[in-house]
T-cell receptor, first 112, second 110 residues
C-alpha cells in the first residue's frame, strides 16, 4: 500500500469556523487529489495538484482552497465551514505515468 | 448528466454465484477505465484496470464496450469476502481528473 496518511481522521466543528485537512504521502507521487464522498453522489473531485504549487479546481471546488508547498503534503482548507461540507474526505495520489490512484484512509468531518 | 452511472444495487447473491455489474459513461473522450473496491468505512482500492480487449484477473473479468459506452465487471464463484461496494471510474483523454460512479453494493450470502 502507498504511504498516505490523513489528519485528522475525525473532526467535529461548528459552522463558520475554518478547518484544514492534511494529506501526507511518502511515495513521491506527482499528483495529489482531494475528494469528498457523500451518499448518492459517489466520490467528487474538489481540487487536485500536479506538482508543487500547481493546483487546479475540480467539480465541487466552491468553498474550498488547497495548497501544496512540498511534494509530500497537500492541504485542504474550508475557509468558513458550512453544514453542507459535512462529508468524508479522501486524499489520493498518483504517479505521472500510471493512472492508478492510491487513497488515504479518509477524514470524517461533521459541521454542526 | 453524470459522467458515470452505475446501478447502486444492492446485489445480494449466494456464495458461488456469478454476478455482473455494468457502468455507463457519457463522454466519448473517456480513455481509461477502472474498477475500484470499497469496503464499508474504508478507502477505495484498485481492483483492476479495464482494457479495450477485456481482461481477467482470477475470478474477475472486466469488459469495455466503447460503441455503447459501458464497462462491465463479472465476478465468478462469489466469496463472502467479495462483499463490498464496487466503483466504476473513468478518465477523460489527456485529463488529470477521474470520474467516479456512485458504486454498486454487493453482499454475498452464506
Amino acid at each position: 500500500d502507498a504511504g498516505i496518511t490523513q489528519s485528522p481522521r475525525h473532526k467535529v466543528t461548528e459552522t463558520g469556523t475554518p478547518v484544514t485537512l492534511r494529506c501526507h504521502q511518502t511515495e513521491n507521487h506527482r499528483y495529489m487529489y482531494w475528494y469528498r464522498q457523500d451518499p448518492g453522489h459517489g466520490l467528487r473531485l474538489i481540487h487536485y495538484s500536479y506538482g508543487v504549487k500547481d493546483t487546479d479546481k475540480g467539480e465541487v471546488s466552491d468553498g474550498y482552497s488547497v495548497s501544496r508547498s512540498k511534494t509530500e503534503d497537500f492541504l485542504l482548507t474550508l475557509e468558513s465551514a458550512t453544514s453542507s461540507q459535512t462529508s468524508v474526505y479522501f486524499c489520493a495520489t498518483r504517479t505521472g505515468g500510471l493512472e492508478t490512484q492510491y487513497f488515504g484512509p479518509g477524514t470524517r468531518l461533521l459541521v454542526l | 448528466r453524470k459522467e458515470v452511472e452505475q446501478d447502486p444495487g444492492p446485489f445480494n447473491v449466494p456464495e458461488g454465484a456469478t454476478v455482473a455489474f455494468n457502468c455507463t459513461y457519457s463522454n466519448s473522450a473517456s480513455q481509461s477505465f477502472f474498477w475500484y473496491r470499497q469496503d464499508c468505512r474504508k478507502e477505495p482500492k484498485l481492483l483492476m484496470s479495464v482494457y479495450s480487449s477485456g481482461n481477467e484477473d482470477g475470478r474477475f473479468t472486466a469488459q469495455l464496450n466503447r460503441a455503447s459506452q459501458y464497462i462491465s465487471l463479472l465476478i465468478r464463484d462469489s466469496k463472502l469476502s467479495d462483499s463490498a461496494t464496487y466503483l466504476c471510474v473513468v478518465n477523460i483523454r489527456s485529463g488529470n481528473q477521474f470520474y467516479f460512479g456512485t458504486g454498486t453494493s454487493l453482499t454475498v450470502i452464506p
